[in-house]
């Protein structure tokens, strides 16, 4: 979970896949998350954990264009790319990379001839290309075959050929320009390649803040308390213990609309700080709580759910501003 309204990203990731046809033993043609979708497939990917600092190999600070195409590789990456297979009929197939593999994934697909390109995250101020132009937009009803993401008996494969790739495009993947800091996931897209963007927006919540941390001597969060994502059950000593600590925590109840009007505004984001996350890489289900991942005027909240729900349902949680707190909030149902 993040600091984000609880279930946000289970219930995007769900919506998504509801849309992918049915599984059936033979690889059947699936849509593609990104492309059809405009919706990154960072989704179930952000939280891959990747064990080296880098910055994006072969990229500047200037806003000039990534290498695209077979030469101009950027310099090895710190993680191998996934094993990339060819069919009889020359299309490469692989299976979605994760975070890590992207750049050893790009050298590779650029050694075999593919149009690819990595598209640097930036913040707002060092970047004001929003948006990709010259997105593909293939109708996978006209021609399943033409939708780069596909769906085997192992899950999400890629496949590049030159329907899914056609001439004059590129396999663009944008990554975070300033990793480890910034948003850890990333997105893709088949796009013309004259229209390849020179970077691409990092939404993550105070990144330009962060790098500018980086030339200062690091900041102690203080002592830091540990604990697991609570049960519905424990909720009330949970919060009791916390306030014990020191701990600016509140729990609200989460009401249908005819009960309660509040929207549950304040809550922080995906943060740029790695260190600034509640719950972060491996450690998901932990919450690590100090002056970082709760900074002063803000405040731990737990979500107990609708009257009813399971004792031993897992509690949602955010880090939302003290000024924003209410005594409830608007439940939002995972289908609405």
């Not at 946000?8 to 599984?23: G, Q, S, V, W």
């Not at 056609?166 to 300033?178: C, I, Q, T, V």
Request: charged share 25%.
């Amino acid at each position: 979970m993040s600091t984000r309204p609880s279930g946000f990203e289970d219930r995007l990731k769900a919506a998504l896949l509801a849309r992918l046809p049915a599984e059936t033993p033979a690889p059947a043609p699936a849509r593609s998350l990104t492309r059809r979708y405009g919706i990154p497939l960072a989704v179930g990917i952000a939280t891959a954990v990747v064990v080296a600092v880098m910055a994006l190999p072969g990229s500047t600070r200037n806003g000039s264009l990534p290498s695209v195409g077979p030469t101009g590789s950027p310099s090895p990456s710190v993680a191998d790319a996934p094993e990339i297979k060819k069919d009889p009929d020359g299309s490469l197939r692989f299976k979605v990379p994760e975070q890590g593999q992207v750049p050893a994934l790009a050298d590779r697909l650029k050694e075999l001839g593919v149009q690819v390109a990595l598209v640097p995250k930036r913040p707002l101020s060092e970047c004001s290309s929003e948006l990709y132009g010259g997105v593909a937009g293939f109708n996978p009803m006209d021609d399943p075959e033409a939708v780069i993401v596909q769906r085997g008996d192992d899950g999400l494969f890629l496949k590049v050929n030159a329907k899914t790739v056609p001439p004059g495009y590129a396999l663009a993947f944008a990554w975070a320009e300033h990793y480890p800091l910034g948003d850890r996931g990333f997105s893709f897209n088949v796009v013309e390649t004259a229209k390849v963007p020179s970077c691409t927006l990092d939404y993550s919540e105070g990144l330009e803040e962060a790098l500018k941390a980086r030339s200062e001597p690091p900041k102690d969060p203080g002592r830091t308390i540990e604990i697991p994502e609570p049960k519905l059950a424990d909720l009330p000593e949970v919060v009791r213990s916390l306030r014990e600590q020191g701990v600016s925590v509140a729990l609200t109840e989460l009401k249908p609309p005819s009960e309660c009007t509040h929207l549950g505004r304040g809550y922080r984001g995906r943060q740029a700080d790695p260190e600034a996350e509640l719950t972060r890489g491996r450690e998901e289900g932990t919450l690590r709580i100090n002056s970082k991942t709760v900074p002063p005027g803000y405040t731990l909240v737990f979500k107990k759910p609708l009257s009813g729900s399971d004792p031993g349902a897992t509690v949602g949680y955010g880090v939302q501003k003290t000024s924003e707190v209410t005594a409830c909030e608007i439940d939002y149902p995972a289908g609405g």
